[in-house]
């Protein structure tokens, strides 16, 4: 059954940026960046991941998974971070064009490949790294968080924004397995309390916090919300986003529910990193 435009609307919420301390003064266009393929959230989340690494002007961030480099953007000129952007399917023109059109092609540099590779050799050392709705997708690699944990130095930090269930789905619900084809990755998500456990387990991190956030299913209803604002609630965009707007309905009052968490951590000490054990590749 395809929901109605109607239906949606008076269902679904709408983020209010005014109840994040962080971001209070962001209009609907500036979150998404008018549409331009920022994921639920966009930078009103990229921003919340940010203050949590605290980072001072000029240090050097690693930017992971940053797909059309808004974030990167972000980290440059909010911040005034020193940038190196990372992404296996976007190509380094697109993004380096956007960072010289807004002044910042000093302040960001941008490779395209896959962290389960290795970065180059000569990468240097990182005051923070930051991932925001991409770390499902590598993180689980055996020791990857570990070789992070080695691209930080002494007191470095992570945080990683990422959509989640709310709980581990064990099975999943009949209703997540139905995507028209497109592959949502589900299989990958997992609660927030599972990924403290696995940043814990590496023996490489000390977890702060990791937890889901206000508004973490509130940022898939408003990324629907928007999204058919801009489509014009055609027909063909209701028909396509069918699957997730039943996987959005279905959580409002059974789990797991899609939903969005944070986790900050800090580097161990040298010489404090008592466990050795590593993910395992999913």
Same mark, same amino acid.
């Given at each position: 059954?395809?929901?109605?435009?109607?239906?949606?609307?008076?269902?679904?919420?709408?983020?209010?940026?005014?109840?994040?301390?962080?971001?209070?003064?962001?209009?609907?266009?500036?979150?998404?960046?008018?549409?331009?393929?920022?994921?639920?959230?966009?930078?009103?989340?990229?921003?919340?991941?940010?203050?949590?690494?605290?980072?001072?002007?000029?240090?050097?961030?690693?930017?992971?998974?940053?797909?059309?480099?808004?974030?990167?953007? !972000? /980290?440059? $000129?909010?911040?005034?971070?020193?940038?190196?952007?990372?992404?296996?399917?976007? &190509?380094? +023109? %697109?993004?380096? =064009?956007?960072?010289?059109?807004?002044?910042?092609?000093?302040?960001?540099?941008?490779?395209?490949?896959?962290?389960?590779?290795?970065?180059?050799?000569?990468?240097?050392?990182?005051?923070?790294?930051?991932?925001?709705?991409?770390?499902?997708?590598?993180?689980?690699?055996?020791?990857?968080?570990?070789?992070?944990?080695? !691209? /930080?130095? $002494?007191?470095?930090?992570?945080?990683?924004?990422?959509?989640?269930?709310?709980? &581990?789905? +064990? %099975?999943?619900? =009949?209703?997540?397995?139905?995507?028209?084809?497109?592959?949502?990755?589900?299989?990958?998500?997992?609660?927030?309390?599972?990924?403290?456990?696995?940043?814990?387990?590496?023996?490489?991190?000390?977890?702060?916090?990791?937890?889901?956030?206000?508004?973490?299913?509130?940022?898939?209803?408003?990324?629907?919300?928007?999204?058919?604002?801009?489509?014009?609630?055609?027909?063909?965009?209701?028909?396509?986003?069918?699957?997730?707007?039943?996987?959005?309905?279905?959580?409002?009052?059974?789990?797991?529910?899609?939903?969005?968490?944070?986790?900050?951590?800090?580097?161990?000490?040298?010489?404090?990193?008592?466990?050795?054990?590593?993910?395992?590749?999913?």
């Amino acid at each position: 059954m395809t929901p109605t435009a109607d239906e949606i609307r008076s269902q679904f919420r709408r983020l209010d940026p005014a109840g994040h301390r962080a971001v209070p003064d962001l209009l609907p266009d500036e979150i998404y960046d008018n549409g331009e393929v920022m994921a639920p959230g966009g930078l009103l989340f990229a921003r919340m991941i940010a203050e949590r690494l605290k980072i001072n002007e000029g240090q050097r961030v690693l930017d992971l998974g940053c797909g059309r480099g808004q974030s990167s953007v !972000l /980290l440059a $000129s909010r911040f005034g971070a020193r940038v190196v952007a990372v992404d296996l399917w976007i &190509e380094n +023109g %697109e993004r380096d =064009r956007r960072a010289g059109q807004l002044g910042l092609a000093g302040a960001i540099t941008n490779l395209k490949g896959d962290v389960r590779r290795g970065l180059p050799a000569d990468i240097g050392e990182f005051d923070s790294i930051f991932c925001m709705q991409s770390f499902h997708t590598f993180g689980t690699a055996r020791g990857i968080v570990n070789y992070l944990g080695g !691209l /930080l130095k $002494s007191g470095g930090r992570i945080c990683i924004g990422q959509t989640c269930f709310n709980r &581990e789905p +064990g %099975e999943l619900p =009949r209703v997540f397995r139905q995507t028209d084809g497109w592959n949502a990755e589900y299989e990958k998500y997992h609660s927030p309390d599972w990924w403290r456990r696995f940043f814990e387990d590496s023996g490489a991190f000390d977890v702060d916090s990791s937890a889901e956030i206000d508004d973490g299913q509130v940022m898939w209803e408003d990324h629907v919300l928007y999204s058919g604002d801009r489509a014009g609630w055609t027909t063909d965009y209701l028909e396509k986003t069918r699957w997730l707007t039943n996987q959005l309905i279905w959580g409002q009052s059974r789990d797991p529910h899609l939903t969005h968490f944070i986790l900050s951590a800090g580097k161990k000490a040298e010489g404090d990193n008592r466990s050795n054990k590593f993910g395992e590749v999913n």
